[in-house]
């Protein structure tokens, strides 16, 4: 597809609907840059474009767009600023409520019952530190491996910063480069640029001189230079990399059940208020009596201590901190997360699809042998003009050691290497290279030929694991303008040529590892099906055959599918073709890994529900990826989904927590509002329940090491222990209360017999919670066994300190009330056990790590 006149600059995509407000803000702030970027741009001195296609712009004319500050440097940040960590953590739907309640207490309670206010401050603190650590590791390490872009000035070919590039720098392309700011096409060598990112067209796009090239899109074949037309917030791509990059939304099972979670009890939050309320002021004698004695206050306090138990404060900020660790983690061992929930991600895959070159092998080619067929005059220069080129692909620069320089004449037209076509030509006029040259697969090139030697032997180098190229020639050029419009009749062989790449040493033990996991493997590569083969028995693979030629594979995305569950080894892929396979494997239901690092694996990367590059790959291939293994070590995978599943494993033992908690403070606030009795707890009372069996224990909880594997249904597992265990604890306490108010002790006084009631129920619910923890914590090692012992210990310290109990205002019931809170205690911790262990039977809950 050829596009011969100048595009006039793409309009711009409406981007304002279901955005943060901070994104709108800053848009608008690129609005205003743009304009002054249009009125600097009017200062400039005009500039002679064939002196600036020739030497690129002078050191005085960077100046002078630098003073004029156009440049590529764009105001969004990779990652999150800190205000939006700030707001993101400190003033959310729940942080409201509770610091509405706080206020209140203040205003008309005792300050100790505000106690709850400070667990909210130091939650909030935590929570921003913890993510500001991970944003400063990500963002130094993303710094540190940025896409660089090339320009020509003075004369000589400059590397830099993309964000360094200014208006009219002349960009030199190649393949794999991803454009770094909009331009025109200046000089286009066979110039293909995959724009499917940006506009939705999956067919790369040739470029022809004065057509526009897109910030954002990718070089998939041949080369050429541009000038830079549009740089910074003006570009096409400006207000879309800031939502594609490190914070943008990978699908993610714990976000989404956790948003229906908070959402479910947003909703049910507003009729509790109002029956709590109503009901508390009732239990103080009515509306008007509360009102006009002043008890109205209690109502008040009891009515917060309902609210406080309700919300699950901590549980988008525990989840929050153990994505932002793992990926701090990760980010040590040289894995950079681009998406924090893609940490989660590795650990749901059950499929991997591999590319074999640059993934499974180091991705360096080295010549292994030459077989001549017939030595037509020249052929050797050709082969070290191929391998001197500028775009040269790893195979084609693997052939500069063993060619010498490259010659002088300059060919008259060529055709770029591409993954879609298998071959590239050049075309040499009269002399001693006459004629059309020809460097690609011998099964492609020769097709419809009577050839059988060099088909022979690329069959049997590629049995051997050997790459097999061949060059032929034909004496008699042929016109193309293109290669789609390239013939390959009348070409004869001339030469063979054999590549040999090495398998990465730790490949074998790191699909070993996945196969170990239940995880399936599939192997997808553009090169001869029997060479795939060979690497696959290398690295590991059982099989026997040739392995599967994907140009037989077809196109219905079912019956794509059918091949694929019966083949896992496959060669001669297009990347059309990866894209498919990956989206045909998706319709099967399967959680699909690809790995890559050329361009042409990108499009598979992007539909892929995990991304994975290699740090060596292209531009294009790292920007489109979740994850990028910096170091380029495959080994590194395994420790990606250790911490994957440590943060799925503990994430769930955290929201079984907070849920069993928010369950049974909204049965008994139902209860109590039906029944209109006192709000059986005081705020400060919550605070150490939530503390001691929750709060803390959560958050170490959610950073122990934890080996489980993934297991789907995380939000239908949760809800099944977390409703029946949260019943259990408010029937107990229902029943303590209960028999409380219907058994007083006259001797005591109200006020004595309201505090040991409260004291009961206290109890209750600690004990019945910490054996909910002791549960979820299992199976006990040495720190989970120490996290338990120390929670208990520091209930019998409250418990036994006098200050400790008077700050709480707990008083220790006696006689019957004591017996019955023990005994009702005792049958809910039966009850939890039996509930844990029939769950753990039909799988709901799991001990295995």
Not at 244 to 271: D, G, T
Not at 675 to 696: A, D, E, H, K
Not at 794 to 812: C, Q, S, T
Request: hydrophobic share 50%; proline share 5%.
């Amino acid at each position: 597809m050829k596009q011969t006149a100048p595009q006039a600059r793409p309009p711009r995509r409406d981007m304002t609907h279901s955005k943060p407000k901070g994104t709108i803000l800053a848009e608008r702030r690129d609005e205003h840059r743009r304009a002054a970027m249009e009125h600097a741009r009017g200062t400039l001195a005009p500039v002679d474009v064939v002196a600036l296609s020739r030497v690129g712009l002078t050191a005085a004319q960077v100046h002078e767009r630098r003073v004029a500050e156009l440049t590529n440097a764009v105001a969004h940040e990779s990652s999150r600023s800190i205000w939006a960590i700030v707001r993101a953590n400190v003033f959310t739907l729940f942080n409201t409520v509770l610091g509405s309640c706080l206020v209140l207490v203040l205003l008309v309670g005792d300050p100790r019952d505000a106690l709850f206010g400070f667990i909210v401050v130091v939650n909030a603190a935590i929570g921003v530190v913890q993510e500001y650590r991970a944003k400063r590791t990500l963002d130094k390490l993303a710094v540190l491996h940025a896409p660089r872009a090339r320009v020509l000035r003075d004369g000589a070919e400059h590397e830099l910063a993309v964000a360094d590039v200014v208006q009219d720098d002349v960009l030199l392309l190649r393949t794999g480069d991803q454009v770094p700011a909009d331009a025109l096409v200046l000089v286009g060598e066979s110039l293909a640029i995959d724009e499917s990112l940006l506009t939705g067209e999956s067919d790369p796009v040739e470029k022809a001189p004065g057509d526009l090239a897109l910030s954002g899109s990718a070089v998939v074949a041949g080369y050429g230079t541009a000038r830079v037309h549009r740089v910074g917030a003006e570009s096409y791509a400006s207000a879309l990399t800031a939502e594609a990059r490190r914070f943008s939304l990978v699908n993610s099972e714990i976000r989404n059940s956790i948003n229906r979670i908070i959402l479910y009890i947003a909703w049910a939050l507003i009729p509790i208020i109002v029956l709590v309320i109503n009901g508390q002021m009732s239990a103080n004698g009515g509306w008007s009596a509360a009102l006009a004695s002043g008890q109205w206050r209690v109502a008040v306090v009891s009515a917060v201590a309902s609210i406080v138990a309700m919300i699950p404060e901590g549980l988008v900020l525990l989840t929050s901190i153990s994505f932002g660790m793992a990926a701090v983690t990760l980010a040590r061992r040289q894995v950079l997360v681009q998406e924090l929930p893609a940490v989660e991600g590795l650990a749901r895959v059950d499929m991997v699809c591999l590319d074999k070159t640059g993934t499974l092998t180091e991705g360096r080619m080295e010549l292994a042998g030459t077989t001549v067929f017939a030595a037509v005059p020249g052929w050797e220069a050709v082969l070290a003009w191929q391998g001197a080129h500028p775009n040269a692909n790893p195979t084609a620069a693997a052939l500069a050691a063993g060619y010498g320089e490259a010659p002088q004449e300059q060919p008259v037209a060529e055709v770029n290497f591409s993954s879609a076509n298998k071959f590239s030509a050049v075309t040499f006029g009269p002399g001693p290279m006459a004629g059309d040259w020809v460097l690609g697969a011998p099964e492609v090139l020769l097709q419809g030929e009577s050839h059988p030697e060099p088909l022979t032997a690329s069959f049997d180098a590629a049995g051997r694991g050997l790459r097999a190229v061949l060059l032929a020639h034909r004496p008699v050029p042929a016109p193309a303008d293109a290669a789609d419009d390239f013939s390959l009749t009348g070409l004869s062989p001339v030469a063979l040529l054999v590549f040999r790449e090495k398998v990465r040493s730790d490949a074998a033990q790191t699909l070993q590892y996945f196969r170990d996991q239940g995880v399936a493997l599939k192997i997808i590569s553009g090169d001869n099906p029997r060479t795939v083969a060979a690497v696959a028995r290398d690295v590991g693979f059982n099989f026997s055959g040739d392995g599967y030629d994907a140009r037989g594979l077809p196109e219905d995305v079912g019956s794509m599918a059918d091949v694929l569950a019966r083949e896992s080894v496959l060669g001669r892929v297009t990347p059309e073709q990866k894209k498919a396979i990956v989206l045909a494997l998706q319709s099967r239901g399967h959680v699909v890994a690809m790995t890559g690092d050329g361009v042409n694996d990108a499009l598979a990367l992007k539909h892929a529900d995990i991304g994975i590059a290699m740090g060596s790959g292209a531009a294009a291939t790292k920007a489109v990826s979740r994850l990028v293994l910096l170091d380029g070590q495959f080994s590194h995978l395994p420790s990606v989904v250790a911490e994957g599943r440590r943060v799925i494993a503990n994430v769930e033992r955290v929201a079984n927590l907070f849920l069993t908690k928010t369950t049974y403070a909204i049965i008994i606030s139902i209860a109590i509002g039906i029944l209109m009795w006192r709000y059986p707890f005081l705020p400060r009372q919550l605070s150490v329940v939530s503390s001691m069996t929750i709060g803390i224990p959560a958050f170490f909880l959610a950073l122990l090491p934890n080996a489980r594997r993934y297991q789907p249904g995380f939000l239908r597992r949760t809800l099944m222990f977390a409703i029946p265990a949260g019943a259990i604890v408010a029937a107990c306490v229902m029943a303590v209360y209960s028999l409380a108010r219907a058994f007083p002790v006259p001797s005591m006084g109200e006020e004595h017999m309201v505090r040991q009631a409260q004291t009961a129920v206290t109890v209750t619910v600690l004990l019945v919670g910490l054996w909910v923890l002791g549960a979820l914590a299992r199976p006990f090692d040495k720190w989970r066994a120490l996290l338990v012992a120390a929670m208990v210990a520091g209930l019998a310290l409250i418990m036994a300190v006098p200050f400790a109990r008077n700050f709480f205002a707990l008083d220790i019931p006696g006689g019957p009330l004591l017996a019955v809170t023990m005994a009702v205690t005792a049958a809910g911790c039966l009850a939890i056990e039996l509930l844990y262990r029939f769950l753990k039977r039909r799988g709901a809950v799991s001990e295995r790590e």
